[in-house]
């Protein structure tokens, strides 16, 4: 079957997007309000773009055609962000963030979410996140309804328990238990089943033919 995206509707592609690119990693971002309050909310149009410097992008939608979502509104503002993964312990408080409230109801608050200093940031992080990243703006691109925004990585913190060599920068990845996206508003994942496949270089390929010869 095949799908002409300029034929297309948006919610169409958003189906066929979100049911092919999976798992999608989530990024339960923090910002600050306009009154200095924390809000919580999370996105699955995110992963990491870049090693030098670490980069990460987010797309923030919109409410409605035209208001910004608060998350983007905020960043664009304070030009900082904190960037959360979500474990399974906490699916449901991240789940909850996802609710569009209304104005003066904060997510943080009807999650139950503690929240705690960030390092270099302004912005807390929450404290029960497994791990997750500071970061600044660098920057935002607009591609028709899409809102692409740009931060750059300025610290990593990873909860001690997760961290199997400081010195080598290991990470007990599956003992995160981090969830992610499969296809539509509802669908999840777990990470726990994680498989080893070693990169083959030019050389041992060529030893593989060789011997298949």
């Given at each position: 079957m095949?799908?002409d995206?300029a034929?297309?509707k948006p919610?169409?592609?958003?189906?066929?997007?979100?049911?092919?690119v999976?798992p999608r990693?989530?990024?339960?971002?923090?910002?600050?309000n306009?009154?200095?309050?924390?809000?919580?909310?999370?996105f699955s149009?995110?992963?990491?773009m870049g090693?030098?410097?670490?980069?990460?992008v987010?797309?923030?939608?919109?409410?409605g055609?035209?208001r910004?979502k608060d998350?983007?509104a905020?960043?664009?503002?304070?030009?900082f962000?904190?960037?959360?993964m979500?474990?399974?312990e906490l699916?449901?408080?991240?789940?909850l963030?996802?609710?569009?409230?209304?104005?003066?109801?904060?997510?943080?608050?009807?999650?139950?979410?503690?929240?705690?200093p960030?390092?270099?940031?302004p912005?807390?992080r929450?404290?029960?996140a497994?791990a997750?990243?500071?970061?600044?703006l660098?920057?935002?691109?607009?591609i028709?309804r899409?809102?692409?925004?740009?931060?750059?990585?300025?610290?990593?913190?990873?909860?001690?328990?997760?961290?199997?060599?400081?010195q080598?920068y290991?990470?007990?990845t599956?003992?995160?238990r981090l969830?992610?996206r499969?296809h539509?508003?509802?669908?999840?994942?777990?990470?726990r089943?994680?498989?080893?496949?070693?990169?083959?270089?030019y050389e041992?390929?060529?030893?593989r033919?060789t011997?298949?010869a």
């Open positions: 095949e799908f995206f034929q297309l919610q169409e592609r958003y189906k066929l997007l979100t049911a092919l999976v990693p989530i990024a339960w971002v923090t910002t600050l306009p009154d200095g309050s924390a809000n919580a909310a999370p149009f995110f992963n990491v090693s030098d410097p670490g980069v990460l987010i797309s923030v939608g919109n409410h055609r035209a910004p998350t983007a905020n960043i664009k503002r304070s030009g962000f904190v960037v959360q979500v474990s399974e699916a449901e408080a991240m789940n963030t996802a609710i569009e409230f209304p104005e003066g109801v904060s997510e943080v608050a009807v999650a139950g979410l503690e929240l705690a960030s390092a270099q940031v912005v807390p929450i404290a029960r497994p997750g990243f500071e970061c600044k660098h920057s935002v691109l607009e028709g899409n809102r692409l925004v740009i931060g750059e990585v300025l610290h990593a913190f990873v909860q001690d328990e997760f961290v199997a060599d400081a080598r290991h990470v007990k599956e003992a995160l969830i992610g499969m539509g508003r509802g669908g999840y994942t777990r990470t089943e994680i498989f080893e496949m070693p990169r083959v270089s041992e390929w060529q030893a033919q011997e298949k």
